[in-house]
C-alpha cells in the first residue's frame, strides 16, 4: 500500500514562491512515476506536472512551464514542487499522485495513488 502526504502549503503574495513536498511510503519509491494536480473549488482536477513514464521527462502544464519545477529525491522518498512567481489563479489544493498507468500523464484516472492534498492561495 503506497500512502502519500503533502506539506508545504500556505499564503502567499503574487509573486512569491512555496515549494511543496509529498512523502511517500514504501521501499520503491525510485521505481514510482509521478505527477503533482491540482483543484480549486467548483473547477475539475488539473494536470500541473508529471514525470514520463520512464522516467527521463518532465512534462508541465502550459500554465505553470517556466514558473514550476518538480523534482525528486529518492533517498527521502520524496516529490518536490518548486513553484515561483506565484499567481492568484495558482490557487488550489495540490495533490501527489503515483502513476499506475502508462498512459497519458495528464489524465487523473491514469493515477492510482493519492495524497490528502495541501492548499495553496496567492493573494494578489
Known amino acids: 500500500q503506497v500512502q502519500l502526504v503533502e506539506s508545504g502549503g500556505g499564503l502567499v503574495q503574487a509573486g512569491g514562491s512555496l515549494r511543496l513536498s509529498c512523502a511517500a511510503s514504501g521501499p520503491t519509491f525510485s521505481t514510482f512515476r509521478m505527477g503533482w494536480f491540482r483543484q480549486a473549488p467548483g473547477k475539475e482536477r488539473e494536470f500541473v506536472a508529471a514525470?514520463?513514464?520512464?522516467?527521463?521527462?518532465?512534462y508541465y502544464a502550459d500554465s505553470v512551464k517556466g514558473r514550476f519545477t518538480i523534482s525528486r529525491d529518492n533517498a527521502k522518498n520524496t516529490l518536490y514542487l518548486q513553484m515561483n512567481s506565484l499567481v492568484p489563479e495558482d490557487t488550489a489544493s495540490y495533490y501527489c499522485?503515483?502513476?499506475?498507468?502508462?498512459?497519458?500523464?495528464?489524465?487523473?484516472?491514469?493515477?492510482?495513488?493519492w495524497g490528502q492534498g495541501t492548499q495553496v492561495t496567492v493573494s494578489s
Open positions: 514525470e514520463s513514464w520512464r522516467g527521463s521527462n518532465i
Open positions: 499522485a503515483v502513476r499506475t498507468r502508462a498512459a497519458a500523464y495528464v489524465n487523473p484516472t491514469d493515477y492510482g495513488y
